[in-house]
């Protein structure tokens, strides 16, 4: 599937926000986890989330994808398995490691594994942690990449962690650790990379009535007396998904209204705004949503996205407009995402005309005239989705392999015909 993007003029759109990726795959891990029945309302139904529960059920959980609700029969803390299980979790990262811990909780080993991208995608760090917790690892393929084979069960104690290539290393063993025989400590000896997805795994364990407490983001303890117990879940808004409109009102110019989302949202993509409001756009919210309005020329600045990993190639995109240069920083784990997102954004960007350099932590993007072109998404969903709102910008941008978009906002086409001539 291919799709060419015209230029378009000045926009006024009112979208709603799909619901958050993140919060959907957690809970859904929560409430198979769970004593009891859980009902989750609103979740995303996407590749990525599909294979969190197609392996929740292989894992033995009984689970029900109905419409607009799923709802899960928790297995109070451990699976159910009859035999060794093998998970394809094709190119989720999300999923694949989220899962990782929770073979800890089963009677028998788990495989895990994924697609060739992923086999690239490290998960070291990570199995190196769950040693001294009670497991045992062994990768058959490469080291410290997957596919890799789980054993052991959750023993817990405390264990040190490199949480610098993906906090969800961090949240794999965060969201495991309440069933542990022994209280889990995890201390992490330099900076989590997006450090705002802990507090996503956090606000979900506890809402299903875990404890945990941290100190910063240098240590964190979860409690075994609290275990989670089923309830009904509602999923947020995503701001990650959000930032395409917002973008597109800043980069095409007028305005763009995004609804449900919620305005104390820990998501650390929601700091997005507050790039576009020092670029010079005009960002309001309420209650249920949040409007973005561009009026004027847009300047560059300098801004750290390390807490705002998924909205770094959609700001890339504002600034290829601005007037003046524009730094973002904090960005060197994003090579290990669904595609080495900072070299890749960086090419495709010079490709259409752009002025780009890449550094150490840090993509510089400078004024240049731009024209369109035929990029290939690499099959990273958002890049085809960042490419998109620039290719409204500019026109005559083809984006290749555009369905794969599919794997964290299906309705993203069909949203943006409501611009399109």
């Not at 104390?264 to 507050?274: A, I, K, L």
């Amino acid at each position: 599937m291919n799709v060419t993007l015209p230029k378009i003029g000045s926009v006024d759109m009112h979208v709603a926000a799909p619901p958050s990726k993140s919060y959907t795959h957690r809970a859904m891990i929560a409430g198979a986890l769970a004593s009891g029945r859980t009902t989750i309302r609103n979740p995303l139904d996407a590749q990525d989330t599909r294979l969190t529960l197609a392996a929740l059920r292989a894992l033995g959980v009984t689970a029900v994808w109905d419409c607009d609700r799923i709802t899960i029969e928790g297995c109070n803390g451990a699976f159910p398995t009859v035999r060794e299980t093998t998970l394809d979790l094709d190119n989720s990262g999300t999923s694949l490691r989220l899962l990782t811990s929770l073979a800890l909780l089963c009677q028998h080993p788990v495989t895990l594994t994924g697609s060739a991208r992923m086999q690239e995608r490290p998960i070291g760090p990570l199995a190196d942690a769950l040693i001294p917790l009670g497991g045992s690892v062994r990768f058959l393929n490469q080291d410290g990449y997957p596919p890799l084979e789980v054993n052991g069960h959750l023993e817990g104690g405390p264990v040190t962690m490199d949480g610098s290539i993906s906090s969800q290393f961090i949240s794999s063993i965060l969201i495991a650790a309440p069933y542990a025989k022994r209280e889990i400590e995890v201390t992490l000896p330099k900076p989590a990379a997006s450090a705002s997805y802990l507090d996503i795994t956090l606000d979900v364990m506890h809402a299903f009535g875990a404890r945990a407490e941290r100190e910063g983001y240098e240590k964190f303890t979860v409690s075994t007396r609290h275990h989670y117990t089923g309830r009904e879940y509602a999923v947020e808004g995503d701001y990650s998904s959000a930032s395409y409109f917002f973008a597109l009102a800043a980069i095409c110019g007028g305005r763009v209204t995004v609804k449900n989302l919620a305005p104390g949202s820990v998501q650390g993509d929601r700091r997005f705004q507050n790039a576009l409001r020092e670029m010079g756009c005009r960002v309001t919210c309420n209650d249920t949503s949040v409007t973005v309005e561009r009026t004027g020329e847009l300047q560059g600045i300098t801004f750290d996205m390390r807490s705002s990993p998924d909205t770094v190639q959609t700001l890339c995109m504002v600034a290829a407009t601005c007037n003046s240069p524009t730094t973002i920083t904090g960005i060197s784990h994003l090579k290990f995402k669904e595609s080495d997102r900072i070299n890749g954004t960086a090419d495709r960007l010079l490709a259409l005309g752009g002025d780009v350099t890449v550094g150490g932590d840090a993509i510089t993007i400078r004024p240049a005239p731009l024209h369109g072109g035929t990029l290939d998404s690499g099959n990273d969903h958002r890049t085809a989705m960042s490419f998109a709102v620039l290719g409204l910008g500019i026109g005559g941008i083809t984006i290749t392999d555009a369905a794969c978009v599919n794997k964290s906002f299906p309705g993203f086409w069909d949203c943006l015909k409501g611009v399109m001539p």
